[in-house]
C-alpha cells in the first residue's frame, strides 16, 4: 500500500490497524539535539484519546506512547525516532456482521476495489485511529518548533449548523469543546448531543494558525506552502474542505478590499490585513498562517442506511459499536499535528538549501 510516508525532509510514515496488535510510526530527518518532553508528548496523544469524554467513542485506549529509537538522554539523536502504541480494546466481534457490507459514508467499498483483501474490523488501515501516530509524529515536530518560536493552535468555529461569529482567536481554549468563542461551546455540545440522541451525527469546522513564522518558507509553483498545507490536512480522512485566509469568502470581495495593503513599520514591511492567510505565491509572508478545515458527520450512525455487499446484494443497515458522534473535538490536535509537520518540514529544508 503506497501513500504511507509524508513528507520531504522530515518524513512521517504510520502503520497499524485500528484493531490489529498496535499501530507506529517513524520520523525520519528529525536534527539531533532537540529535547524531547515525553509529558508534553503524552499530553498530546491523550487529547486525541478515544472515551475521554461524552463527545468521543467510548472505547478505551490509554495510547501511552513508546519511544524505541532516536532519543537517547532526553534528547533526539538524529536518528529515525521509532513510536508505538498498543491496541487494548477492541471488540472486532462489533463488525463481524458488517465482513461483507460496505458501510456508507466510509472507505469499505474503494478499499475493498482497491485492494481486495482488506481488513475489515474498524476500518483498518482508513481508520481514523490511525491518526494517532500522525499525533505523536506532529508532538515531535511542535517540540522543533517551539525552539524556534513558532506555535500551532487549532480551535473549534462551527459544529453542525452552529457557528460563531468570527470571535477573536484568542488560544488556549479552555472549555470541553475547545470553541474559539467560549460563549458558543454549549450551543455546540448540545448540537451534538442532539444528534446523538437522534442516532445521527454531526460535522464541523476548525480553524487553525500558526504565529511566529519567518518570511520565506515554502516553495513556488507545484509545491506551494498552502498546497502542502492543504495536502497534509486533507489527507485526515473525515476532512473534506479547506481554506487559508479569507478562502471562499475571498471570491465575493474585491480586489481593493482583498489585497493586504503594506506599510514599513520598524524598518520592514507589514501588513494592514491578511486576507492571504499568511502565504503569498506559496511562500510565507511572515504573517500568522491562517487555515480552516470542514469535517463531515461521523459515518457510522444507528439508523437503518441502504447500502449492498461484496456479493452485489442490495441490503439496509444499522451500524452499532462505539462511534464518536462528533469527530471535530478530537480531530484538533490532528490538525495541529499536519500543520506542525509541514511547517517543521519547510522550516528544515529552507535551511538545508542555506536559506
Known sequence: MAGDTFGHTLQLTTFGESHGRALGAVLSGMPSGIAVDEDFIQSEMDRRRPGRDRFSTQRQEADRLEILSGVFDGMTTGAPIGMMILNSDQRSRDYDELKDVFRPGHADYTYWRRYTNVDHRGGGRSSGRETSMRVAGGAFAKLLLRREGIRVDAGVRAIGGVSDDGAPFAPPFDNPIHAVDPAMAGLFEAEIDRARQEKDSVGGIIECRVT???????????????????????????????EIGAGFRSAAMRGSSCNDRMYIEDGRPVFRTNNCGGILGGISTGEEIVLRAAFKPTPSISLPQDTVTRSMQERVIEIHGRHDPCIVVRALVVVEAMTALVIADNLLRARSYGD
Open 212 to 242: 511566529g513564522v519567518p518570511c520565506s518558507l515554502g516553495e513556488p509553483i507545484f509545491d506551494k506552502l498552502d498546497a502542502q498545507l492543504a495536502a497534509a490536512i486533507m489527507s485526515i480522512g473525515a476532512c473534506k474542505g479547506v
